[in-house]
């Protein structure tokens, strides 16, 4: 048995190319992204290009402790509580959220819950769902204010009912550069 001789003819395959497929149409739309982002770097933002990020002063050893469960925790030296205070409220309210609790020892903020937050912690009965931050200070001394926050989801807010709900983190990471940002203001 012979093989069928296949025919190509160079003018005919010159002439009607075959369209290229979606997976190659993809590839080419990628690779000029991926060429950007293997040359200027895939970093994390910064205030200028080239600098690495900024970040608060690590937490000492000492007040670890203190810091465990909290989404963020600064230490600030060398300043008044008011001026901690007041620095921590105008920090977190330019990003969004509202006050809605103020005590010498802590600040509470809140936002609705975004629909992805009501679809994966069941609000289902249509009650007020919120997400809360509590930011509490804690004086060390004369001179060191320890500074933390803590993220909740809380369903019916203005209910004395009201289910308070520790947040993964994953859901407010977006809250996170709050506090260094404090801490970056103040020491």
């Excluded at 010159?14 to 991926?34: E, I, K, N, T």
């Excluded at 950007?36 to 910064?46: E, N, R």
């Excluded at 204010?145 to 977006?174: G, H, I, K």
Aim: hydrophobic share 35%; proline share 10%; with cysteine.
């Amino acid at each position: 048995m012979s093989r069928p001789s296949i025919r190509t003819d160079p003018q005919v395959s010159d002439r009607h190319p075959s369209p290229p497929s979606p997976w190659s149409r993809g590839l080419a739309a990628l690779f000029p992204s991926l060429i950007a982002s293997l040359l200027l770097g895939c970093t994390p933002s910064s205030s200028s290009p080239g600098l690495p990020p900024l970040t608060a002063p690590p937490v000492s050893d000492v007040n670890l402790d203190l810091a465990k469960g909290a989404l963020a925790a600064i230490e600030i030296r060398n300043q008044s509580p008011a001026a901690v205070r007041q620095t921590v409220e105008s920090v977190f309210t330019d990003a969004g959220l509202a006050l809605s609790l103020r005590r010498p020892d802590q600040l509470v903020f809140e936002r609705p819950a975004s629909r992805a937050e009501r679809r994966a912690y069941g609000n289902w009965q249509g009650d007020d769902l919120r997400v809360r931050l509590r930011v509490e200070f804690i004086e060390l001394g004369p001179s060191l204010t320890f500074v933390r926050c803590l993220s909740f989801l809380v369903r019916d807010p203005d209910s004395a009912y009201q289910d308070e709900q520790s947040l993964a983190r994953r859901r407010v990471r977006q809250y996170e550069g709050l506090l260094t940002e404090v801490s970056l203001r103040l020491n």
